[in-house]
């Protein structure tokens, strides 16, 4: 089967080139012709879908920057909150060393006056 394939091979090569040339212009013209319309669909597409999500990325952004407000205004809020609960630790926390010092005091005071 091999010994007559070979012939044939040989004898159809040299026509192959020319044929190719002649028909390949005429392909490659349509299919580039009909890419170069696809492409441009596809870009058109792609420019829509970007333009579609560059607004939905500002939308979010708006919407994140509101959210970081909030929660900026809450954080000050409950921070003014724990300093002033901070102060009024410390307030009685100083009225109970005072205390705790007077009632030394007194009891080493009672404690020498036996």
Do not use: Y
Request: with cysteine.
């Amino acid at each position: 089967m091999a010994a007559w394939l070979i012939p044939a091979v040989k004898a159809i090569l040299p026509f192959i080139s020319p044929i190719v040339s002649s028909a390949l212009p005429v392909f490659t013209t349509r299919k580039s012709d009909e890419a170069a319309a696809a492409q441009n669909s596809v870009l058109q597409q792609q420019i829509t879908e970007l333009q579609s999500a560059a607004s939905q990325n500002a939308r979010h952004v708006k919407e994140l920057a509101e959210q970081l407000q909030k929660t900026v205004t809450a954080l000050e809020q409950g921070a003014a909150v724990a300093e002033l609960r901070f102060r009024q630790t410390a307030v009685w926390c100083g009225v109970a060393v005072v205390l705790s010092l007077v009632a030394i005091g007194l009891s080493v005071t009672v404690l020498f006056l036996r």
